[in-house]
């Protein structure tokens, strides 16, 4: 196995794992592992996590999306928590982490790409997301109320007044109010649909003082 093989075959690939590979050459894996190995360390492939790879920016054909690696590495996951808050505009810092949850558990991968981390939730709390177009690429992102939920979910402790304003939410009127309670009731807990109550009434309260000033 050649590289310019490998490039005529998957280049038009953002990314590709190993069994892509072992499809295309009738080589012995462990001899496929160590070619891929020694494109990685020459810096002609990049290593993304164990058995998944993408081209380098010079041999790259198509364009690259975080949030799809992010998709992709664990499977199935979505986008959540912070960075869906952050990509919603829900909070005004811009996350520089991938927070994902997944039914598989938790993980955490570093790559040329990024930090990757993924959260784990039972398979009754893996609801709530959606398929967005973005930069030619489709990515599943929690909806808001999800987000919030999620982020309310995995954090300790009861959601206050004040612990919603010292993360200094804002564009409070993208999130659904009637949703988030459904998402809160769905989840069967009880902290959750506090926590919802809660926003309700806050979110009145920023809404109205928006209007008044």
Wanted: glycine share 6%.
């Amino acid at each position: 196995m050649k590289h310019s093989e490998l490039l005529d075959r998957l280049g038009g690939r953002a990314l590709f794992d190993l069994a892509s590979v072992l499809l295309f050459f009738e080589e012995p894996r462990n001899q496929v592992l160590m070619q891929l190995h020694r494109w990685v360390r020459d810096g002609r492939l990049l290593s993304l996590r164990r058995g998944m790879y993408a081209w380098p920016e010079r041999y790259r054909r198509v364009a690259l999306n975080p949030a799809v690696v992010a998709n992709a590495l664990l499977s199935p996951s979505y986008l959540s928590g912070l960075w869906a808050m952050g990509w919603h505009g829900l909070i005004p810092e811009m996350v520089t982490v991938y927070t994902s949850v997944s039914s598989r558990g938790v993980r955490r991968f570093e790559n040329a790409l990024g930090v990757f981390e993924y959260r784990h939730v039972k398979r009754e709390l893996f609801f709530g997301y959606e398929e967005v177009e973005w930069e030619a690429a489709r990515v599943c992102v929690a909806l808001p109320e999800k987000a919030l939920l999620d982020y309310w979910h995995l954090t300790s402790g009861e959601w206050t007044a004040e612990r919603m304003e010292a993360m200094r939410f804002q564009f409070v009127q993208r999130v659904s109010t009637a949703r988030l309670a459904e998402y809160a009731v769905r989840a069967a807990s009880p902290r959750l649909e506090r926590a919802a109550h809660v926003w309700r009434l806050w979110a009145a309260e920023q809404q109205e003082g928006a209007v008044n000033v």
